[in-house]
């Protein structure tokens, strides 16, 4: 069976971190990039980050660049994403995907193959 199971979500004030963790099961960690999505309340979701699983390629969405960091535990199959200094902009629910190949931000959320059920991530102000 096919898991991807989101955890590290929280309530933190602004300018803190948290980070997320995504724990990949029954499917073959090494032929996909995992990413990162998030959608807040009435928004479209929205490309946070991914990693491929050479390490080669990461992404950033330009709103997250410079305060979030993507990383891959291939012993664990898991992948992390360290989030700091939050902003209240950043307030959504958190879900990992997987999709095969390499990480591309060009590829869009509905052609990934695996989600996870999402962590909610509140910042308050």
């Known amino acids: 069976e096919v898991q991807l199971v989101e955890s590290g979500g929280g309530l933190v004030q602004a300018g803190g971190s948290l980070r997320l963790s995504c724990a990949a099961s029954g499917f073959t960690f090494d032929d996909y990039a995992i990413g990162w999505f998030r959608q807040a309340p009435g928004k479209e979701r929205e490309g946070v980050s991914c990693?491929?699983?050479?390490?080669?390629?990461?992404y950033y969405a330009d709103s997250v660049k410079g305060r979030f960091t993507v990383s891959s535990d291939h012993a664990k199959n898991t992948v992390y994403l360290q989030m700091n200094r939050l902003k209240p902009e950043d307030t959504a629910a958190y879900y990992c995907?997987?999709?095969?190949?390499?990480?591309?931000?060009?590829?869009?959320?509905?052609?990934?193959?695996?989600w996870g059920q999402g962590t909610q991530v509140t910042v308050s102000s």
């Open positions: 995907a997987a999709v095969v190949g390499l990480c591309d931000p060009m590829v869009p959320w509905n052609e990934y193959d695996y």
């Open positions: 990693i491929s699983s050479s390490y080669v390629t990461t």
